[in-house]
């Protein structure tokens, strides 16, 4: 079992639909991120987070570390979120060096 | 653009090639990081270099050897590679080592024949 489990592994939403992304993981964390890689490879972060609640634009990420699990929320979807949703946790204690990666859950978005 | 620049984009090489991916950052990171990413799997690290000196190895086969020449630049040496290596090899860089936000590259998608 992977420590780091993302769902939907895919969905696929209309346009202007409200998206959810769960991430739940098994181990403490200093801090947990999330990333988006679209088509092509590249990767850009769109949070980082170890509390709370943090938005941007349209984009909502939340974590309730007591559960081990966050969120990436997307409001009023648009195609060109149509991407790969990456968690990653940065596990605490230990070399402190570490990321763990989640599959990444492939969102489409259809107009 | 994220500011870190990966070269070649695409590289097509046999096994018994030699060759190097490039990756250059002018963000004034000073952590700098390889990934590989193969199909249905997650983001595996392989190397993380910090302020030059690398700091880890994550039991990434000898036919890889990675070069940081200064906090800006970052190599990735490929000879005798298997065709299992082949997959998107992703340079990152951070201000700090995991403790501020990664800043990707494209990547370069490798293919070994």
């Known amino acids: 079992k992977n420590e780091v489990e993302q769902s939907p592994q895919n969905l696929t939403a209309q346009e202007g639909e409200f998206i959810t992304i769960n991430c739940s993981y098994s181990v403490g964390i200093s801090a947990l991120h999330w990333l988006q890689q679209h088509p092509g490879g590249g990767i850009v972060s769109l949070f980082m987070?170890?509390?709370g609640k943090k938005k941007h634009g349209r984009l909502i990420a939340t974590i309730n570390i007591q559960e081990k699990h966050s969120s990436l929320h997307i409001t009023a979807s648009h195609p060109r979120d149509s991407a790969v949703y990456i968690c990653?946790?940065?596990?605490?204690?230990?070399?402190?060096?570490?990321?763990?990666f989640g599959k990444g859950t492939l969102l489409t978005v259809n107009p | 653009e994220t500011g870190v620049t990966q070269t070649p984009r695409h590289l097509v090489m046999g096994m018994t090639n030699k060759k190097s991916l490039k990756c250059e950052q002018h963000l004034g990171h000073n952590a700098m990081y390889w990934y590989k990413q193969s199909a249905k799997k997650p983001l595996e690290l392989m190397f993380v270099y910090n302020f030059k000196e690398q700091t880890e190895n994550n039991s990434v086969p000898s036919r890889f050897s990675p070069e940081c020449p200064n906090s800006s630049h970052l190599f990735l040496h490929l000879h005798t590679l298997q065709p299992e290596d082949s997959a998107l090899y992703l340079c990152?860089?951070?201000?700090?080592?995991?403790?501020?936000?990664?800043?990707f590259g494209n990547g370069t998608r490798l293919t070994v024949t």
């Open positions: 990152a860089s951070s201000r700090k080592i995991f403790g501020s936000p990664l800043h």
């Open positions: 987070l170890s509390s």
């Open positions: 990653a946790v940065r596990t605490s204690g230990g070399s402190n060096y570490k990321l763990t």
